[in-house]
């Protein structure tokens, strides 16, 4: 007996070709839905997420593994969001660049500062996931 697969009349696109390291993005986001959400959206959309909670978790993370991107929540407890940045400004500026921040609304007037000044894009709280990959692929 000899098994035939129907040919499919529907063609999926694949991702664009990335690399590994290309395609590694951070989400660095204390919100647990939103974090879970953005991961799997993001490893459906043919990158490869890695997942941070917490400021101690993303400068792990950052130091451990080479990403191309970062999604940043401005507003991490505690200032969190403005030292990550710092980090990676201080320590990675090669992935400078690769920042995307994320916020709801600015609360501190020396992130909203440093955010505007970056140059950065930001995605402002709700946003919708192709604005996101649209962002992520320019």
């Given at each position: 007996?000899?098994?035939?697969?129907p040919?499919?009349?529907?063609r999926?696109?694949?991702?664009k070709?990335?690399s590994l390291?290309?395609s590694?993005?951070l989400?660095?986001e204390?919100?647990?839905?939103?974090?879970?959400?953005l991961?799997?959206?993001?490893?459906?959309?043919g990158?490869r997420?890695?997942?941070?909670?917490d400021?101690?978790?993303?400068?792990?993370?950052?130091r451990d593994v080479?990403?191309?991107r970062?999604l940043?929540?401005?507003?991490?407890?505690g200032?969190?969001?403005l030292?990550v940045f710092q980090?990676?400004e201080?320590?990675r500026?090669d992935?400078?660049?690769?920042?995307?921040?994320?916020t709801?609304g600015?609360t501190?007037?020396a992130?909203?500062?440093?955010?505007?000044?970056?140059g950065?894009?930001?995605?402002?709280?709700?946003f919708?996931l192709?604005?996101?990959?649209?962002?992520l692929?320019?």
């Open positions: 007996m000899k098994l035939v697969r040919e499919s009349r529907t999926v696109p694949r991702p070709s990335q390291s290309s590694r993005v989400v660095v204390d919100h647990v839905h939103l974090r879970l959400i991961g799997r959206s993001l490893g459906r959309m990158f997420p890695e997942e941070a909670e400021v101690d978790s993303a400068l792990r993370l950052l080479e990403f191309r970062v940043l929540d401005v507003n991490l407890p200032g969190g969001g030292r980090e990676i201080a320590r500026d992935l400078r660049k690769g920042v995307i921040f994320m709801g600015f501190d007037d992130v909203e500062s440093l955010v505007e000044r970056s950065l894009p930001i995605l402002w709280k709700p919708e192709r604005e996101l990959e649209r962002v692929r320019s």
